[in-house]
């Protein structure tokens, strides 16, 4: 009897979760941002939102939510219902970083959210204050050494990728510089472009158009290879071999939101990241457009994990 009664009721949820995807949207769906308009993190999400709003006929609105080096827009998201109409746009710092730096988080990680999609993989840039007197990678090394302990760097919060890269750069030429943490890049850029902040390896998203512009000095990027969008733009590694980051930025929706809607959302992603317009928007500012099945961004990452938690072990960045 147990039997008929459990196939009765695996039978009956299919039949919702279908029905909730063939409905699914009927109404406005958000797309939260745990970090400030202006920054990689909402370009994106406002440039997968206005596909999506196009692609499935009902609006799509960002909503941001910053702080906490994107914990207080992320837990508002893990604790939204779970019924498709609440998705985050998900960072390396929120979902994997966060959860090794603060020693309470008002959200579980690896348990709160059901992974979509990954969206795109996305180097950092390092860029200086136009008055250092500083051109390269090795000019940069140098003037640190020169000025151990004098000056500070900019980061889009306490623990996020933009700062922890910094702190690998100090380890890896044995310098010590000021952490200066902002609400996001864009603010960190203002500081910068003012002269309050001497350099900062963030966002290639947002800091590279401002550093074509020449508001900011770019020296180079923290990817493994040059860049395709930026040729001329030698890496880190060519001047302080090994070293390399790059960060991620993907769509989740909490947990329990019925697996259709999840793959109907993943399945229109890869179709708006596979347009060439999209992708080549993205390429321009230094992203790789990467999307990946919800089982495969799930798996990914879980291999972030553990490479991730031994980098913020090793810089010593804890927050209680």
């Not at 919060?157 to 030429?173: H, Y």
């Not at 490479?307 to 810089?315: I, L, T």
Request: charged share 15%.
């Amino acid at each position: 009897m147990r039997s008929i009664v459990a196939a009765l009721l695996a039978l009956l949820l299919a039949h919702a979760a279908a029905q909730a995807d063939e409905v699914w949207p009927q109404r406005p769906v958000t797309i939260v941002v745990p970090f400030q308009a202006g920054g990689s993190a909402d370009f994106l999400a406002r440039l997968v939102q206005q596909h999506l709003q196009a692609n499935l006929g009902k609006p799509f609105v960002v909503e941001n939510r910053s702080g906490a080096g994107g914990s207080i827009g992320t837990a508002y998201a893990a604790k939204a219902p779970a019924d498709g109409y609440t998705l985050l746009l998900g960072t390396l710092s929120g979902n994997v970083l966060n959860q090794f730096v603060y020693g309470k988080l008002p959200y579980d990680p690896e348990h709160d959210f059901a992974p979509i999609s990954l969206l795109v993989h996305l180097p950092n840039l390092l860029v200086v204050s136009n008055r250092l007197p500083v051109k390269s990678v090795a000019e940069l090394i140098a003037y640190m050494k020169a000025h151990d302990g004098k000056l500070n760097y900019g980061s889009s919060g306490i623990g996020t990728s933009s700062q922890l890269s910094v702190v690998m750069f100090d380890e890896a030429i044995g310098t010590h510089t000021t952490h200066v943490p902002f609400r996001s890049t864009t603010d960190e850029l203002t500081a910068m472009v003012s002269g309050n902040v001497d350099f900062a390896i963030d966002s290639m998203t947002t800091l590279w158009p401002p550093a074509q512009s020449g508001l900011i000095r770019a020296l180079a990027v923290t990817s493994a290879e040059r860049l395709p969008s930026a040729p001329n733009l030698p890496t880190v590694g060519e001047t302080l071999k090994g070293f390399s980051v790059t960060g991620w930025q993907g769509l989740f929706a909490p947990t329990g939101t019925p697996r259709p809607i999840v793959d109907k959302i993943a399945a229109e992603v890869k179709r708006i990241l596979d347009t060439p317009d999209v992708a080549a928007a993205l390429r321009k500012v230094g992203g790789e457009p990467a999307p990946m099945s919800p089982d495969a961004f799930a798996a990914f990452i879980a291999s972030e994990r553990p490479k991730w938690q031994a980098v913020v072990r090793a810089s010593g960045v804890h927050i209680d």
